[in-house]
């Protein structure tokens, strides 16, 4: 994959978003790790910064879906732990795209060693996230 570049863009409509982590019973934040979910609960809106991390998640997926292009993909869509793709934010708030477990052992199989770049955007009642992911 060496110098391949693969593309992966996700949006998120916030109110439903919202809605369904309200939602009485919703098992939806278990897709989040306790950082993703600590650094939510420091932010005025946390529902609006956790439909930014679930849009980067996904953007993450379609990148290393496009990069895979025409392979199977090595995890069932179902059986994907997205709490085994975390979104660390460093001290000035920027983000980057952590793999663990199963997933990474998935990407470095099918892709071999890469890097991922990433970018999230809120406006009104959407966020947006795309990744990049580059072979080494």
């Known amino acids: 994959m060496t110098g391949m570049h693969h593309i992966g863009v996700d949006i998120v409509h916030v109110p439903g978003f919202r809605e369904q982590l309200e939602r009485p019973g919703s098992r939806f934040e278990e897709v989040f790790t306790v950082l993703e979910l600590r650094?939510?609960?420091?932010r005025p809106d946390r529902?609006?910064?956790?439909?930014?991390?679930?849009?980067?998640k996904e953007a993450f997926i379609k990148a290393w879906s496009q990069a895979i292009?025409?392979?199977p993909p090595l995890i069932s869509p179902d059986l994907v732990d997205?709490?085994?793709?975390?979104?660390?934010p460093d001290r000035?708030?920027?983000?980057?795209v952590v793999v663990r477990g199963?997933?990474?052992k998935a990407l470095r199989a099918s892709l071999g060693e890469v890097t991922t770049s990433l970018s999230i955007s809120h406006d009104g009642g959407t966020a947006v996230a795309t990744c990049l992911i580059a072979g080494v």
């Open 47 to 56: 529902a609006l910064h956790l439909a930014g991390r679930w849009a980067a």
């Open 82 to 88: 997205f709490r085994e793709i975390e979104i660390q």
């Open 69 to 71: 292009y025409g392979r």
């Open 92 to 96: 000035w708030g920027r983000v980057a």
């Open 39 to 42: 650094v939510a609960g420091q």
């Open 102 to 104: 199963e997933i990474k």
